[in-house]
């Protein structure tokens, strides 16, 4: 892997950097477009055939997928990326096949609280995002996405510490 940083952490960036958006001089701006071109958009399981591979148990290339196509989303026009829009209909295929393979009808996820934790709250936003941009409904064509939240809050623990784990090793809340 190689990594020292989360693997979602650029969507994060590229959040974070879009709610101060007026605020960012040109050296800045300039270099998160660089990033965004050169790295962002740049999901290392780009080529798998989403409707195959991502099933129960690809929770990270789903979620790199996701993440890429939120990048490209919010900052792609911007930063002049030729694959945006392409980075942004994968992420779209990725968010559905992960959805439809990995929920049952009542929105629990079928890796359990962990494995599905990070993927389903990164698909969860960009479904929010694309519908706020008037783009692709994901939760009419996933119904399951909607009822994602509910599933998720009857897991956690009455003092919210934790939510009880199935099939894996559960999740902490770190407060």
């Keep these: 892997m190689g990594r020292t940083h989360p693997y979602w952490s650029e969507m994060h960036v590229c959040l974070a950097a879009d709610m101060c958006r007026a605020g960012l001089d040109a050296e800045h701006r300039e270099l998160l477009n660089r ?15 989403s409707g195959h591979r991502y099933l129960g148990g690809h929770n990270m290339a789903a979620t790199e997928q ?8 919010v900052w792609g026009e911007e930063a002049g990326c030729a694959e945006g829009e392409a980075v942004v209909r994968r992420a779209v295929d990725s968010a559905f096949y992960y959805g439809l393979n990995g929920l049952d009808t ?8 962990m494995y599905m934790g990070i993927p389903m709250d990164v698909i969860y936003l960009f479904a929010e995002l694309l519908h706020q941009n008037g783009r692709e409904n994901l939760f009419q064509t996933l119904p399951p996405l909607k009822t994602h939240p509910s599933a998720i809050r009857s897991l956690l623990f009455p003092d919210r510490i934790g939510m009880a784990p199935i099939a894996d090793g559960g999740v902490t809340n770190p407060e």
């Excluded at 996701?66 to 989303?73: E, H, K």
């Excluded at 009542?106 to 609280?113: A, D, R």
């Design 35 to 49: 990033l965004v071109r050169e790295h962002f958009v740049k999901a290392p399981y780009i080529g798998w055939d």
């Design 66 to 73: 996701v993440c890429a196509g939120i990048c490209a989303l």
């Design 106 to 113: 009542q929105g629990f996820g079928y890796e359990g609280t």
